[in-house]
Each structure stands twice: as C-alpha cells, then as structure tokens.
C-alpha cells in the first residue's frame, strides 16, 4: 500500500492543524494505521494509532487529550487532529500502516509494515 501524508505547515503555539494520510494500493480497512514523529537529531517515534476493525486508539502520553487520531474506510484516509501545539510538537509527521496481529504493540515502529514520506509541521513560540 502507498500512503500519502499531507496537512503540514506553520502554525504559531496553541493553534492547530489536521494531517490526512491518504492510502492507494490496498485494502485500508485491513490496515491498522499510525503517526510517528521525527524532530531534527531525534529518533522517530510513535504519536498515536487507530485499529483496523475496532477502531480502537492509542496515543503517546504528551499528546493525549490534544490530539486525535480517526480514519475514514470510505475515503482511505487517516487523519490527525492536533490542537494546542506546543512548539516541542516540531517535527516530520510520518503516517504508518500494519498488518499485525490486532494484538500487538502499535507503539513500536517494527510492527508497520508501510510508511509514508512525511509532512512538515512547524510550531512557532
């Protein structure tokens, strides 16, 4: 499956943004999808996941309760809803797809099976 990440861009603190990641190539409703994030000199790693059949989400602690993860099956697409950024919310946001057993630590970069190529999100103090 292809993922395609948009919805990127400046945005002073405490405003918002909303990522799409939108899927070509498979099946969506198969996937379990993620958002992972890269800030410069830093590992990449996991903002929040929604499950493939329940729907079901996870999200890193500094994010909870400001962002949120949803997915449309109809359209493909995944989106990420984040409000109240904080100029640490800085970094490359990379949309993740997995084929893992339901089961499994969405947490983790290893268990996504596809990523797309990422969108820039830039918080300003």
């Known amino acids: 499956v292809q993922l395609q990440a948009s919805g990127g861009g400046l945005v002073q603190a405490g405003g918002s943004l909303r990522l799409s990641c939108a899927a070509s190539g498979g099946t969506f409703s198969n996937y379990h999808m993620g958002w992972f994030r890269q800030a410069p000199g830093k590992e990449r790693d996991f903002v929040a996941a929604?499950?493939?059949?329940?729907?079901?989400?996870l999200y890193e602690d500094s994010v909870k309760s400001r962002f949120t993860v949803s997915r449309d099956n109809a359209k493909n697409t995944v989106y990420l809803q984040m409000n109240s950024l904080k100029p640490e919310d800085t970094a490359v946001y990379y949309c993740?797809?997995?084929?893992?057993?339901?089961?499994?630590?969405?947490?983790?970069?290893?268990?996504?099976?596809?990523w797309g190529q990422g969108t820039q999100v830039t918080v300003s103090s």
């Open positions: 993740a797809a997995s084929r893992v057993v339901s089961g499994a630590n969405f947490s983790k970069r290893y268990n996504y099976n596809f």
């Open positions: 929604i499950k493939r059949s329940s729907g079901s989400t």
